[in-house]
């Protein structure tokens, strides 16, 4: 077996992006505070220090939350003022053109959860993607999802 066969470790050119899973306890999102959110990027910034990158994609699409807005018309305005309503709603993750190694956690997880045939026990989990600087692939950015799960 080739001694790099299963680690990359650094992205080949153009694979900037990184996606971590993070150990913790995953709460819906309305309960995470700033310092859950940097100590969740903290962790992941750490494991891409120590060398395990085991996928990279070179592009990330679905980083987008929105709220619908309510027309509210008062008296005899014909002026309509948009509010708020609702809930947020994200759009679903998609990685694009990536390379994930034979040992990666985050293969094991997506094949465990898709293969299973058992879909009432999906196991969701908190997912760092770190945006990587191209020059020395050190993380410039990061986004932290939370109960995550693959589709």
Known sequence: MHPVQGLIHTPPVGYY???????????????????SFMDKAKSAFNKIKNGAIDSAF?????????ISPEPIISGG???????????????????QRGLITTSSELQEWCKKCLL??????ITTKDVVVTL?????????????FHEAYPI
């Open 58 to 66: 070179q592009e990330i699409s679905g980083l987008k939350a929105s």
């Open 77 to 95: 305005d014909t002026f309509a003022y948009q509010v708020p309503k609702g809930n947020v709603t994200f759009e679903p993750l998609l990685l």
């Open 116 to 121: 299973s045939g058992d879909f009432s026990t």
């Open 17 to 35: 992006f990184n996606v971590t899973i993070v150990e913790g306890n995953s709460k819906s999102p309305k309960s995470q505070d700033s310092k």
């Open 132 to 144: 990587l600087n191209p020059a020395d692939h050190t993380p410039v950015n990061a986004w932290v």
